[in-house]
């Protein structure tokens, strides 16, 4: 039955080309045993090549989507994607407040693979200011965190500072990603006490669109099934770095991740675990 399953839900764009956004977070949740719902704020028309269009979702109904699924359905873990606006991240941040959702994971999503803008200059304060203060765990990569930070990150040193930066924002976790740095794939995790390196992989592929969905959409269905925040940040790691190691091309440009890969061993014995 549905009420004995761990339920996640992801507020993010509808991505056409099915490798990052909504599509992505389902098929992540799918893939770790998490029953998805989702509450789509915009529509994009896009591929591995480009973002062609964007059409934003009304208030309203965005609204809308997430009382009517948290009455019926909940939510034991939420992720935040692609929010577009200040309004709809303003009316994001009050609905989940007044659901009082145990977990929030927000993923800052501000530009895609292909260079696209996916959120608007004049929402960034209202991250800050009004969703940041409810997220358990923040997922910027490096530029995100410079934007979010207001500096400039060349270093390890800088990394820290932006990091301590936004945790006074609010957030309980902020991971910065180190994906777009030389050398070792370091996720940088600070709880506002600790940092914590979280050591990974680099694959070297081409095929890398929806990581940051992924990632974010990983830790909220471990979230989800009972694990907690580290382990599930860990873990999370684990399972992106197999869905980009067993990639295939889709298309012509950044192809996406493979959610439906074989899962590790740690990641099996994590999700037995928590049966």
């Not at 509450?39 to 009382?67: R, W």
């Not at 959702?101 to 927000?106: G, K």
């Not at 777009?180 to 940088?188: I, N, R, T």
């Not at 190691?245 to 061993?265: F, K, Q």
């Amino acid at each position: 039955m549905l009420h004995n399953l761990p339920k996640a839900m992801t507020i993010a764009g509808s991505d056409s080309g099915g490798g990052a956004g909504i599509q992505a977070d389902l098929k992540t949740f799918s893939a770790l045993g998490v029953y998805g719902t989702s509450v789509i704020t915009a529509v994009t028309a896009q591929n591995t090549v480009e973002v062609a269009a964007v059409a934003e979702v009304p208030d309203e109904v965005v609204i809308a989507q997430i009382d009517t699924v948290a009455e019926d359905i909940g939510a034991d873990a939420v992720k935040t994607g692609m929010l577009v606006n200040r309004s709809i991240i303003q009316n994001v941040a009050d609905r989940l407040e007044a659901w009082g959702i145990p977990w929030l994971v927000v993923d800052p999503v501000m530009v895609s693979k292909s260079g696209a803008s996916l959120l608007n200059p004049n929402a960034i304060s209202a991250l800050k200011k009004d969703l940041l203060p409810l997220a358990s765990i923040v997922t910027p990569n490096i530029p995100e965190a410079e934007i979010i930070a207001d500096m400039a990150i060349s270093s390890d040193e800088d990394i820290r500072e932006a990091a301590k930066r936004i945790h006074a924002l609010g957030p309980g976790i902020v991971i910065v990603k180190g994906g777009h740095l030389q050398g070792p794939a370091v996720d940088l995790v600070y709880d506002g006490d600790t940092f914590l390196p979280i050591e990974g992989e680099r694959i070297d592929t081409r095929n890398t669109h929806g990581t940051g969905c992924t990632f974010s959409a990983a830790i909220t269905a471990f979230l989800a099934r009972g694990l907690p925040p580290i382990e599930s940040i860990q873990i999370a790691k684990r399972y992106l770095e197999a869905a980009l190691r067993n990639s295939v091309p889709i298309g012509e440009g950044h192809s996406p991740v493979n959610h439906a890969t074989h899962l590790p061993d740690d990641v099996v014995k994590a999700l037995v675990a928590r049966r």
